[in-house]
């Protein structure tokens, strides 16, 4: 569900749903704003969900009582605030079977300059009976695409490859005070 449906429910419901063997929650305030024309509305939308996800943390461990959070993302990414140079940007010359912003797959294995190609069946669970690659562009380059994006959505780049993953623990604690009783007198 989206992070927005879920804050919306009752603590009571929380707990209900939370109550899952696995509950998976979905913020995409950040992926939303990048592809707008602002680029304050992407980091206007950072803030907001560094306090989203914060809320959220909390809510989940005080009121759903869930013990482990786990935060993650599809991917990470590097806002640039200047403009991309047309040298950054690939276009796609050759023949492909598909084409992303990110990638293209070919049946062609021939150089060309700024893009890495790897074989679908080594980078994926793809079997395929002819041989087909995998073409991404080198570093934080990216392919020519309508639109264009401010952000570093570059091939097979640091923060396409490496995964945020943040661990949140609720510990318990022991810790009981012993309670002093004091009397009352009333006349």
């Known amino acids: ?4 449906e879920f804050m919306s429910y009752d603590g009571h419901t929380q707990r209900e749903i939370c109550k899952a063997r696995l509950v998976y929650i979905f913020h995409d305030a950040i992926d939303k704003a990048s592809h707008s024309s602002s680029p304050f509305d992407v980091i206007t939308a950072c803030k907001k969900a560094v306090q989203d996800l914060t809320a959220l943390i909390s809510r989940l461990h005080a009121t759903a009582n869930v013990n482990n959070v786990i935060l993650t993302a599809d991917h990470g990414f590097l806002y640039n605030d200047i403009r991309f140079e ?5 276009s796609i010359k050759e023949d492909c079977i598909d084409k992303k912003t990110r990638y293209y797959l070919t049946t062609s294995n021939s150089k060309v300059d700024g ?3 790897f074989p679908l069946q080594s980078v994926s669970g793809i079997k395929s009976h002819e041989a087909v690659y995998v ?3 080198e570093g934080s380059n990216r392919l020519a695409a309508p639109g264009g994006y401010n952000f570093a959505h570059g091939g097979a780049t640091l923060q396409e490859m490496i995964i945020p993953v943040v661990h949140s623990k609720l510990r318990k604690t022991d810790k009981t005070e012993k309670v ?3 009397g009352i007198c009333h006349h």
């Open 1 to 4: 569900m989206t992070y927005e």
């Open 86 to 90: 047309d040298k950054d940007k690939h």
């Open 115 to 117: 893009i890495i190609k």
């Open 135 to 137: 073409a991404v562009p």
């Open 180 to 182: 002093g009783v004091i």
